[in-house]
Nanobody, 117 residues
């Protein structure tokens, strides 16, 4: 059973930075894509960033230019560097990992990010 564990969430002031990390219990090379989604209270879960097995990345429109996704195959981690944070970035951030052979992706438990002064 694959496990994904997020860390790095917390409280940060507007304009600040935070780095989230997602640690996988298995080699991340097996996954077609990994990434982050987020869900704010009363809103649907939305895409934040994706990184494919070949390294190609994609971002949600609201975070382009501010967030950067990266991965470390040796450490089995996928990180999300978040800069210039805004109050509207407040949400629970979920790591996910997708296998084309599996109908549903694996999800982590989520980590809370709160942007507030």
């Amino acid at each position: 059973q694959v496990q994904l564990v997020e860390s790095g969430g917390g409280l940060v002031q507007p304009g600040g930075s935070l780095k989230l990390s997602c640690a996988a219990s298995t080699s991340i090379s097996i996954f077609d894509t990994m990434g982050w989604h987020r869900q704010a209270p009363g809103k649907e879960r939305e895409l934040v960033a994706i990184i494919a097995s070949g390294g190609r990345t994609n971002y949600g429109d609201s975070v382009k230019g501010r967030f950067t996704i990266s991965r470390d195959v040796v450490k089995r981690t996928v990180d999300l560097q978040m800069n210039s944070l805004k109050p509207e970035d407040t949400a629970v951030y979920y790591c996910y990992a997708d296998l084309s052979t599996r109908p549903q992706p694996y999800w982590g438990q989520g980590t809370q990010v709160t942007v507030s002064s």
